[in-house]
């Protein structure tokens, strides 16, 4: 989505600490609260009557290979979190990181492992791909919910998102997708940008200080209060089209600085939960040498990223 003129971008950029970032047992959605009520199917979906494997429970994929088959029984026994919809109504479930965590997380400090990891969620109608990140509270505070529905059916439901797109009818398998850390690219020039595709040893060069530029306000939230900066930047999806990137749900960038620090996100964040992101090349009149990435709608400010110089994107 492209960045306007003028638009107040809430990019709430406070200082999380570790520990509350990457919650491991109970997942505590701020504002939510806790209960027992199944979320009713999807209008307009008719999936027929459950399979074995829809109503059999699920499979989680870790990183490592490793596979876990989950029972209806088993996933009943775990945390529950409840969440208000974008329509106001309430959805409890599983969270994907409960689940996840639960499976066994990689062993990798836990705010690295949360910054790189993303899940994939196959279903008999559907899958998906989202960020850990997004679906912490800490960080991105948009929840992911594993619902079961009266046929004993595992549905995925992404209850905040503007549109339905994201949900997963019949989950079958979830898995666990780690990024590995990608070698410090130096930028070629000022203002380029390093585009690589995942699993490609090809690299291409994007002159992203080159592209239109507009000017946005961010509000900058921290522990000591908040600050509104004027940025002058491009958006992602203008980003994505001058590498010729589809832009799709699914599609995971991540985002590298000169240093190897990266955050990822999918472009469902833009295209489902509207939360805006953008390269800054300039902040309150000051020019910066490489852009820096941000996200508006997060509660905190662990994915952006400063002095970016390389872009690597998974599109399956």
Request: hydrophobic share 40%; aromatic share 2%.
């Amino acid at each position: 989505m492209p960045v306007r003129v003028n638009t107040l971008v809430r990019a709430r950029m406070t200082t999380v600490a570790t520990t509350a970032a990457v919650a491991l047992a109970t997942i505590v959605v701020a504002g939510c609260t806790t209960g027992s009520q199944a979320t009713a199917d999807l209008p307009g979906v008719d999936l027929g009557p459950a399979s074995p494997t829809q109503a059999g429970g699920l499979s989680v994929t870790l990183p490592d290979g490793t596979d876990r088959d989950w029972s209806t029984t088993a996933l009943r026994a775990l945390p529950r979190t409840s969440v208000r919809a974008a329509d106001g109504s309430t959805v409890t479930g599983v969270a994907l990181p409960t689940l996840t965590s639960y499976a066994g997380p990689p062993s990798t400090p836990l705010e690295v492992a949360t910054m790189r990891t993303s899940y994939v969620v196959q279903g008999v109608k559907g899958r998906v791909r989202l960020t850990r990140a997004e679906t912490e509270a800490a960080i991105g505070s948009h929840p992911a919910l594993l619902t079961e529905q009266a046929d004993g059916r595992i549905d995925l439901v992404v209850s905040q998102d503007a549109t339905t797109a994201r949900s997963v009818l019949g989950v079958t398998s979830v898995t666990v997708d780690w990024a590995a850390a990608s070698p410090v690219v130096a930028a070629p020039a000022r203002g380029a940008v390093a585009v690589r595709l995942d699993g490609s040893a090809t690299t291409s060069m994007l002159a992203m200080a080159s592209l239109p530029r507009l000017p946005y306000e961010v509000t900058v939230h921290s522990a000591s209060g908040s600050r509104r900066h004027l940025e002058l930047g491009v958006s992602m999806a203008s980003v994505l089209k001058a590498a010729k990137v589809p832009m799709r749900a699914s599609t995971l960038v991540t985002v590298v600085s000169s240093s190897g620090a990266s955050a990822s996100v999918t472009l469902g964040e833009e295209m489902s939960a509207r939360k805006r992101m953008g390269f800054s090349f300039s902040q309150d009149g000051r020019a910066l040498r490489q852009p820096t990435f941000i996200i508006d709608g997060d509660t905190s400010g662990a994915r952006i990223v400063a002095d970016v110089t390389q872009l690597v994107i998974t599109s399956s």
